[in-house]
């Protein structure tokens, strides 16, 4: 009779070491897709030319309406002179990025309408978008936070003027007419 106990005992260990695996493995999966979610999205979207052809399609659409936002621009305060935004530094350094009407999201995600990669950028960073005259920033509760004029963009979102430079993880960028 010892020997059906000691098997019921080495079949009790291996399941409990190939559940203690499985919970390894969910611990590590999750680990990754947390912190390489957009790695792993890369791949679908591995031709290049296709996403930002995609992502400016959408963009450029709106601008064709841009001129019934900038009517009501009463003066150099106003940003919804603002037609384009440009990246001064970065991966993306001297990319411009026509502005339309509907809001802009940046990260590191492919869904994002601004995507960069690097490792300072979440995967949702920052929604640029337009209120009434002014074009604002919001962080949308990023690790690395985003910064206008030097300031890091907390809780409602800030008011952008010309020139002014954001920084969202290791780009930078800016409005201009």
Known sequence: MSTPSEL??????????????????????????????????????DGAAAAPSAAAAPISKPAATKPASAKPSTGPATIATAKRLVITSGPKAGLELPLGTEAMTIGRSSESALVIRDDYTSSHHARLMLRGDAWVIQDLDSTNGTFFAGNRVTGSPVALTLGTPVKVGATTFELRA
């Open 8 to 45: 019921v005992l080495l079949l009790l260990r291996v399941g409990f070491l190939v559940l203690l695996w499985f919970f390894v493995f969910g611990v590590v999966y999750s680990l990754r897709a947390d912190l390489f979610g957009v790695r792993v999205r890369k791949l679908p979207a």
